[in-house]
C-alpha cells in the first residue's frame, strides 16, 4: 500500500489531515483534535434555561475557555447538553459585543415616539467615566424634577444571583428607586404567585428525579422536548412505564411522544382541571387523610367544582367525556402522579388560578412530598428563581415581605442598612411601569439583560413608550439588540463565562457560573457595573461588604438563614462545586442558628430545624456537609402557611381577552420554536450552527383546513394581522395545530407586533398565547 | 434626547476604582491556580466507556458487513444537540456542520404527524461521492465500511456534492476542499462512540453492524436507496404515515450558479463547433479560455495534477483527460500550418483527431452531470444543450437557416422542463423567471437576426444565450437532499 508511488499519488496524510485527527486528550474527554487539547478542565452551569445543566469548560494553559463538553458528573444533566449549551461559548465572540460604554449623540431633537428607533447609529463610545456622569446626572435629576419613583428598572432572570441581590439593593436601597421588576414577569411571576399564595412560600417543591419515579406525569401547557430537552431525558429514563399525558392544544413534539394527548381549546385548562378535580371527587379518589391533616379549603373547594360536571367541561374545552374519564382514571389510579407546567400555565389571562388549580389537584390526591409526585412548574430562565427570591422586586431580599416592619428592621440588620432605606411597599410590575412612562409619571429607566424591544406585547405601543422616556440606559452583552438601539446610554456588559456567581435552577439547585473568558474591550460583569455606579452615585458605602461576588453570597446565606429558601448550610463556592450542585434548603445545623423574627406580618413557618436535606453522614469536622444530591420539599406534609397548611385557591374560569371574531377569525399560540433558539435571539442568532438548526424565517403553522379555505400552500408568505400590528411569515401546513389556530415561534421580532396586552390579575404575567389574528396569502 | 453632556466628573476614587474593576475583569484563573480536576480522568472515562456498549457494536464487522448508523425516530426528540456536539468534539468551522435535523410532516388532516430525523453521511454500500471522485479522495474502509475522505488529497472540485443525493459532502470556501462526517472512526476504533452517538440524551443514534448493501429500513420520504445504497438505518416500532413530505420541500432551493463551470462548460462546446466549422484559431482560443476558466472552479488546483487517478469510475476525471489530451492537438493544429518548422504535422488528420478528442471529452462533460442522476440533468436534456452548443456555433458561421432551426429546437427543448411539477419547473417559473426570461429572449433575437442578418456578429447573442442557459443549467437543477427545516 504504501510504497513510494502510492505515497505520492494518495495524500493521505498532510496538514488538514493532521487538523482533524483525534487524539486522547486526558481529562475523561476522549479524543479531541490536538489543537483542542484542554490543559485542564473546570465546570459551570449553562447559562440559558433553567434546566441548570453543568458544562465541562475546556481551558487552555492561560485558562481561556477553547471548548466544552457536558458534564457526565453532575446531577441534572447526566453528561448530556441541547445545542444552546454545546454552543455556549460561542455568543461570547460576537462581532457586535459591546466593548464600551455609548452615549447618544445631543441631536437636539427630542426623541418622541417611533423617532427614537433605528436611531441606534447616533450611538457614539464614550469612556466610562463619561457613561457613569451622564447616568448619575440625568437620573438624579429626573429624581430632582420629578420624584425619586420617577426612575424604574427592567432586571432579568439571566444574571448570578449576588449580581440581582446587589443590583435590587442598590436599586431601592441606594438609587431610592421604588418601581423595580424583570423579565421573569414574563415567564414565572404566576408560578411564584401561585406557590406563594398556596404553599405559603415561592416553593417548587421537586427535584429531578421525580421524572424518573413517576408512574404518571401530566404536562400541561408544556413542551419539554423542545423547551427542557435536558428534562426529557429524564423522563425518557423513567423504567416505571408511566403514563405520559401532554395537555396543549397543539401536538407537539412533547404531545407526540405521550402516551395520552389532550387537545384541548386554548385556555380552557382552568375548566378542565376543576373538572378532573369533579370527577376524582366523584369518584371519592381523595386522599382524605393527607387532606384533612395538612390543607385548608377543601370543602369550599369540592363544592365549587360541583358546578364543573363533564358534560360542561367537554363543551367548554372541545375534548370527549371519554378523554376527561381517562384523565381522571390515570390520575386516580396511579400510585405516583406528577404534574408539569410551563409556559402554557403561566402565560395567560388566569395563569395563577390555573397553576392553581393544578397544585390543588396534586393536594387533594395527596400527589406531593412522595417520589415521583408534585404540582411542579419547570422554570424558564437560568436564574429566574435566583430572581424570585433575591430581586427585591416583589419580595424583600432572601423572600421577605416589604409590607413588614419586622421583616424591613431584621433585612437591614444583616445588610448594616438604616431600615427607613427600605420601601415599605412594593413598585409597579412591569406593565404597569410601562403604563406608568406612558402617562409621564416614570421619566428614566434602566434596563439590564433584557430585551423589551422584542419580548414585551404589544410592540408598537410599547416602543411608544419606550420612545417617551427621557432618558433609557441598556445594560447589556450586545448594543445590537432591539431595545439598545432604543438607547441613550448602552452599558457594556460581561456574559455568561466572564464572571462567577450562582444561578439556582427549577429544582432549586444553586450552581456555579464561573470565569473563563475575557470580557472584550471595557465591557464589565454587571456586578462591577453595579459598584461602579453605586461610587458614582455617591452610595458606594452602603456596599462596602458587598466587595465580591462570592462576599455577597455569605450575606445571601443571612439572609436566606431561618427563611424556607434557607442555604445557610453551604459553606462556600467550593462547596457547591464539590457537591454538584446544592438545593435548598440547606440550613446550617448546630446550635447556633438565629432564627428569623416571627412577626403578625409573617405568615410562613420558619423550618430551619427540619433536617429533610441531610445526607446521612454527620461528619461535619472542617468538611462542609455534602448533601444528598436530590432532594424534595413537603415529605412531611408541612407547608409554609404560619398554620403549616396549603390552602386550596380557585376563581371561576373568565373568558378570553380577546376571543376571535369574524374580522380577526383565528387564535394566535404563540411559544417556543426550537430548542436552538432562546428568546428573543440576543445570543443563540451569533451562533452559526444554532442558526442553522432553526428556521430563517418567521414560519406560521396552520390547519389544512383552514390553509385550503385561504388557498394558502406551505412555503407560501401570509401576512398576519391583528388589532395592534402585522406580521409577514411562510406558512407550514400542519394538523398539529387545531382548525382555528395558527402557532408561531416568539423568537421572531415581528411576533409581539402582534400580541394582546392582557394580564393575570394575581401575577400581573402577560397572556402571549391567544391573540386574536387574521391571515392572508400575499 | 437629553443626555447631558458635562466632561467627565468622576472623582479620583471612581476612576482608580474603575481601573481596579477593568483589570480585575481581564484577569482569569490559569488552570494550575484551581480547578485542576485531577478527579475527572478517573469518573468521565468510566462514564464514557460505560455507555459505550449502549451505543456501539463491541466487534469488528465481519466480512460483508460494516457499521452503520442506526436512528430510533420513536427516540428523537428533534433537540438537535448531536448537530451541536458534533460541531465541537470534531472541531469543525463555526459554520461548518455534518450531521443536520430535519423535519418530515404529514399533510394528512386525519392523521397529525411530524418526525425530526437526524441525518449524516450514510457510509453508503456504493457511495455516489467515492465512485465520481477524479482524485480517489474517498475510501471506503475495508474492514468498518466508513467512508473516510483524504482532506489533503482533495482538489475541490465539489463534483462529490452534486454526485451525493443526500446533500453529505460540505464545500468549505477557508480551505478549498470539502469534507464530512466520518463516523467518527478513530473514536470507534479506540471503543469510543461518535460524538453525535455520545452527546444524544435519548441515545437515539447508534453504531450497529449491517450487511454492506442499502438499508432496508431507510427513510421513506428520502431520495431512493438505489442509486448509493445508504446503510443509516432508520427504526421505529410505529407505523409512520404513507404520505409524509419534508417540511423544507415546499420551496424549491435555487442551486449554486458555479460560474466558472458556466463560462468553461459554454466555452468548450463552442471551441468544439469552431473546430467544426474548420477555424482551429478560433477553437484554441476559446478552448484555452474555456480550460482556463475550469481552474477557477477548482478550491486547491495545485492538486489537479492528479486528476487522472479516478479515470476508471470517474466521468470527471474521463473528461478532465480527454480535453487534457485536446489542448495539445488543438494547439497544433491551430499552429502547424503557421508554423515552416512543423509543416510536418501540418496534415489533414491533426484537426479531425483535435475534432474527435474534443467531442468525446464533450460527451463526458455531459455524462458528469447525467451520472449524478438529477432529472434536469437526465441524457435527453444535457446531451442535446452540451453538444447543441458546439452544432449551432458551427451552424451560425456555416448555414444560419439550419443555426436558426436547430437554436428553435432547442430552446423548446429547453422550456419543457418548465411545465411540469417538477423542482426544476417551479425555480424556472419561479424565482428563476427572470432569467428565463433573458434566455429565451436571447434565443429569439439570434434566431430573428440568424434569418434577418446572417454573419459570424451572431454568434454574440447565441453565446450569450448559451451562457445563460448553462446559468440555468446549474441554477435550476433539482439538487435531492434529505428532509430539513423550513428556510428562506
Redesign the interface.
Known amino acids: 500500500m504504501s510504497s513510494p508511488l502510492d505515497a505520492l499519488?494518495?495524500?493521505?496524510?498532510?496538514?488538514?489531515?493532521a487538523?482533524?485527527?483525534?487524539h486522547?486528550s486526558?481529562?475523561?474527554?476522549?479524543?479531541?483534535?490536538a489543537?483542542?487539547k484542554p490543559?485542564?478542565?473546570?465546570?459551570a452551569v449553562c447559562g440559558f434555561c433553567s434546566t441548570g445543566c453543568s458544562l465541562?469548560i475546556h481551558?487552555n494553559?492561560?485558562?481561556?475557555a477553547i471548548?466544552?463538553?457536558?458534564d457526565?458528573?453532575y446531577p441534572v444533566n447526566l453528561?448530556?447538553?441541547?445545542?444552546k449549551?454545546?454552543?455556549a461559548l460561542?455568543p461570547l465572540a460576537a462581532p457586535d459585543r459591546a466593548t464600551t460604554p455609548l452615549?447618544?449623540?445631543?441631536?437636539g431633537?427630542?426623541?418622541v415616539g417611533s423617532s427614537r428607533s433605528a436611531s441606534g447609529s447616533?450611538l457614539e463610545p464614550v469612556?466610562?467615566?463619561?457613561a457613569?456622569?451622564?447616568f448619575t446626572?440625568?437620573f438624579k435629576?429626573i429624581q430632582r424634577d420629578h420624584g425619586p419613583h420617577a426612575v424604574a428598572l427592567l432586571s432579568t432572570g439571566q444574571i448570578v444571583t449576588e449580581e440581582m441581590a446587589l443590583l435590587g439593593a442598590l436599586a431601592k436601597f441606594g438609587l431610592g428607586l421604588l418601581h423595580v421588576d424583570s423579565n421573569t414577569r414574563q415567564c414565572m411571576a404566576t408560578s411564584h404567585v401561585a406557590y406563594k399564595q398556596s404553599f405559603g412560600f415561592d416553593a417548587p417543591p421537586f427535584t429531578y428525579a421525580d421524572f424518573e419515579e413517576s408512574d404518571a406525569l401530566i404536562f400541561i401547557g408544556a413542551n419539554p422536548?423542545?423547551a427542557h430537552?435536558?428534562m426529557?431525558?429524564r423522563v425518557?429514563m423513567n423504567a416505571r412505564k408511566p403514563e405520559i399525558v401532554v395537555v396543549d392544544p397543539r401536538?407537539t413534539?412533547?404531545a407526540?411522544?405521550a402516551t395520552l394527548h389532550v387537545p384541548l381549546r386554548p385556555k380552557s385548562d382552568l375548566t378542565l382541571l376543576y373538572g378532573l378535580a369533579h370527577l376524582l371527587i366523584a369518584r371519592d379518589a381523595i386522599d382524605h387523610a393527607f387532606v384533612a391533616a395538612h390543607t385548608t379549603g377543601f370543602a369550599e373547594f369540592a363544592g365549587f367544582v360541583k358546578q364543573f360536571p363533564p358534560a360542561r367541561v367537554a363543551a367548554d374545552t372541545g375534548l370527549p367525556v371519554a378523554t376527561l374519564e381517562r384523565l381522571a382514571t390515570i390520575i386516580a389510579t396511579r400510585k405516583r402522579v406528577s404534574f408539569w407546567w410551563t409556559m402554557g400555565v403561566n402565560q395567560s389571562h388566569e395563569a395563577t388560578r390555573t397553576a392553581q388549580a393544578i397544585i390543588n389537584l396534586a393536594l387533594m390526591t395527596g400527589n406531593i412530598g412522595r417520589p415521583g409526585t408534585g404540582a411542579n412548574s419547570i422554570t424558564g430562565q437560568c436564574n429566574a428563581m435566583g430572581s424570585r427570591l433575591f430581586g427585591n422586586a416583589t419580595s424583600l431580599l432572601g423572600g421577605y415581605n416589604f409590607a413588614s416592619p419586622a421583616h424591613r428592621e431584621h433585612v437591614a440588620g444583616l445588610l448594616d442598612l438604616p431600615a427607613a432605606s427600605i420601601p415599605e411597599q412594593t413598585g409597579y410590575a412591569y406593565d404597569q411601569i410601562l403604563d406608568a412612562i406612558d402617562r409621564g409619571e416614570i421619566r428614566g429607566l434602566w434596563v439590564i439583560a433584557t430585551n423589551t424591544a422584542h419580548s414585551w406585547v404589544s410592540q408598537t405601543r410599547t416602543r411608544e413608550i419606550l420612545g417617551k422616556l427621557?432618558?433609557l440606559v441598556v445594560q447589556d452583552m450586545y448594543a445590537t439588540t432591539e431595545t439598545a438601539q432604543l438607547a441613550?446610554?448602552v452599558l457594556p456588559a460581561?456574559g455568561w463565562g466572564?464572571?462567577e456567581g450562582v444561578f439556582i435552577n427549577s429544582e432549586r439547585r444553586l450552581g456555579l457560573v464561573?470565569?473563563?473568558?475575557?470580557?472584550p474591550g471595557?465591557?464589565?460583569?454587571d456586578f462591577?457595573i453595579f459598584?461602579?455606579i453605586a461610587?458614582?452615585w455617591g452610595c458606594g458605602d452602603m456596599f462596602r461588604r458587598w466587595n465580591s461576588p462570592e462576599a455577597t453570597f455569605q450575606i445571601l446565606k443571612t439572609l436566606s438563614r431561618g427563611q424556607p429558601c434557607d442555604f445557610s448550610g453551604i459553606r462556600d463556592y467550593a462547596h457547591i462545586?464539590a457537591s454538584g450542585g446544592i438545593q435548598w434548603p440547606f440550613a446550617e445545623v448546630g446550635p447556633a442558628v438565629p432564627r428569623r423574627p416571627e412577626s403578625q406580618a409573617s405568615q410562613t413557618r420558619s423550618v430551619s430545624k427540619i433536617p429533610i436535606h441531610l445526607a446521612t453522614q454527620a461528619d461535619s469536622g472542617s468538611q462542609p456537609q455534602l448533601p444528598a444530591r436530590e432532594r424534595r420539599l413537603f415529605s412531611d406534609g408541612h407547608f409554609y402557611h404560619a398554620d403549616g397548611r396549603a390552602r386550596f385557591l380557585f376563581d371561576p374560569p373568565r373568558p378570553l381577552p380577546e376571543p376571535p371574531d369574524a374580522a380577526y377569525p383565528f387564535l394566535l399560540l404563540t411559544g417556543r420554536g426550537?430548542?436552538?433558539q432562546w428568546h428573543t435571539g440576543s445570543r443563540t442568532d451569533k451562533s452559526?450552527?444554532?442558526r442553522?438548526?432553526?428556521?430563517?424565517?418567521l414560519?406560521l403553522e396552520i390547519?389544512?383546513?383552514d390553509a385550503h379555505r385561504l388557498a394558502i400552500?406551505?412555503?407560501?408568505r401570509v401576512n398576519i394581522r391583528s388589532r395592534r400590528g402585522s406580521a409577514e411569515a411562510?406558512a407550514?401546513?400542519?394538523?398539529?395545530v387545531q382548525r382555528g389556530q395558527v402557532f408561531l415561534p416568539m423568537h421572531f421580532e415581528a411576533v409581539n407586533r402582534l400580541t394582546v396586552a392582557a394580564f393575570d390579575p394575581h401575577s400581573r404575567q402577560p397572556a402571549y398565547k391567544a391573540t386574536a389574528v387574521a391571515i392572508n396569502a400575499v | 434626547m437629553k443626555a447631558d453632556t458635562h466632561p467627565p466628573s468622576a472623582p479620583a476614587s471612581v476612576r482608580s476604582f474603575l481601573a481596579e474593576l477593568l483589570a480585575e475583569q481581564s484577569r482569569l484563573d490559569t488552570p494550575v491556580a484551581r480547578f485542576s480536576h485531577a478527579h475527572d480522568a478517573a469518573s468521565s472515562v468510566s462514564q464514557l466507556s460505560a455507555l459505550a456498549p449502549q451505543l456501539i457494536p463491541l466487534t469488528a464487522p465481519s466480512p460483508g458487513e460494516q457499521y452503520a448508523f442506526e436512528v430510533d425516530l420513536d427516540s428523537c426528540t428533534g433537540c438537535k444537540s448531536c448537530v451541536a456536539a458534533c460541531h465541537s468534539l470534531n472541531g469543525l468551522d463555526e459554520n461548518e456542520t455534518w450531521r443536520d435535523v430535519g423535519l418530515l410532516v404529514s399533510p394528512s388532516r386525519a392523521r397529525p404527524f411530524t418526525q425530526t430525523v437526524t441525518t449524516a453521511c450514510h457510509h453508503c454500500a456504493d457511495p455516489a461521492c467515492l465512485n465520481g471522485c477524479p482524485v480517489l479522495a474517498y475510501e471506503k474502509d475495508p474492514i468498518t465500511g466508513v467512508v473516510v475522505h483524504l482532506d489533503d488529497q482533495c482538489i475541490g472540485c465539489s463534483y462529490c456534492v452534486l454526485k451525493c443525493p443526500y446533500d453529505v459532502p460540505k464545500f468549505s470556501s477557508r480551505l478549498g476542499i470539502v469534507r464530512k462526517c466520518d463516523m467518527c472512526h478513530s473514536r470507534l476504533a479506540e471503543g469510543e462512540a461518535p460524538a453525535c452517538a455520545q452527546a444524544c440524551p435519548t441515545h437515539a443514534i447508534k453504531i450497529v453492524t449491517v450487511p454492506v448493501a442499502a438499508s432496508t429500513s431507510f427513510l421513506r420520504a428520502a431520495p431512493d436507496v438505489a442509486y448509493t445504497q445508504p446503510t443509516t438505518r432508520y427504526v421505529t416500532q410505529r407505523t409512520l404515515p404513507e404520505n409524509l413530505v419534508a417540511a423544507d420541500a415546499a420551496r424549491p432551493r435555487v442551486q449554486l450558479a458555479h460560474w466558472p463551470l458556466v463560462f468553461m462548460l459554454t466555452l468548450l462546446p463552442s471551441a468544439i463547433g469552431f473546430s467544426l466549422a474548420s477555424l482551429p484559431l478560433a477553437a484554441w482560443l476559446t478552448g484555452a479560455l474555456g480550460l482556463a476558466a475550469s481552474v477557477f472552479h477548482l478550491g486547491q488546483p495545485l492538486r489537479a495534477w492528479r486528476i487522472f487517478l479516478g479515470w476508471r469510475r470517474s466521468w470527471l476525471s474521463r473528461e478532465a483527460m480527454l480535453f487534457g489530451a485536446w489542448f495539445p492537438l488543438a494547439t497544433l493544429a491551430a499552429f502547424a500550418p503557421r508554423v515552416p518548422r512543423l509543416s510536418a504535422l501540418n496534415t489533414e488528420l491533426l484537426p479531425l483527431a483535435a475534432t474527435a478528442v474534443g467531442l468525446l471529452g464533450l460527451f463526458c462533460s455531459a455524462m458528469i452531470y447525467i451520472d449524478t442522476r438529477r432529472r434536469f440533468w437526465r441524457a435527453s436534456q444535457t446531451f442535446p444543450r452540451f453538444l447543441g452548443t458546439a452544432v449551432l456555433v458551427a451552424a451560425t458561421l456555416t448555414a444560419p437557416i439550419l443555426a436558426a432551426i436547430l437554436l428553435c429546437a432547442k430552446i423548446g427543448l429547453e422550456s419543457r422542463t418548465c411545465f411540469d411539477r417538477s423542482v426544476s419547473a417551479r425555480l424556472q417559473r419561479g424565482p428563476l423567471k427572470r432569467i428565463m426570461g433573458l434566455r429565451d429572449l436571447l434565443g429569439v433575437v439570434t434566431i430573428v437576426l440568424l434569418v434577418a442578418a446572417p454573419g459570424a456578429h451572431n454568434l454574440i447573442p447565441l453565446l450569450a444565450g448559451e451562457l445563460i442557459e448553462r446559468l440555468l443549467f446549474f441554477r435550476a437543477v433539482d439538487a435531492p437532499k434529505m428532509p430539513g427545516i423550513p428556510t428562506a
Open positions: 499519488l494518495h495524500a493521505r496524510t498532510g496538514p488538514m489531515t487538523n482533524m485527527v483525534l486522547p486526558e481529562f475523561g474527554l476522549g479524543r479531541v483534535p489543537r483542542l490543559a485542564a478542565t473546570t465546570t465541562k481551558l494553559a492561560a485558562g481561556e471548548n466544552l463538553t457536558a457526565p458528573d453528561g448530556m447538553a441541547c445545542p449549551g454545546w454552543e460561542t452615549l447618544r449623540r445631543n441631536t431633537v427630542p426623541l447616533n469612556s466610562w467615566e463619561r457613569l456622569a451622564a446626572d440625568n435629576r422536548c423542545i430537552p435536558i426529557w431525558q425518557m401536538l413534539e412533547t407526540q411522544a427621557e432618558f441613550d446610554l460581561a466572564e464572571k464561573r470565569k473563563v473568558a475575557r470580557a471595557q465591557a464589565l460583569s462591577a459598584k461602579l461610587e458614582a462545586a426550537s430548542s436552538a452559526a450552527v444554532l442553522k438548526l432553526a428556521p430563517t424565517v414560519t390547519h389544512p383546513d400552500s406551505s412555503g407560501a411562510i407550514l401546513v400542519t394538523s398539529t
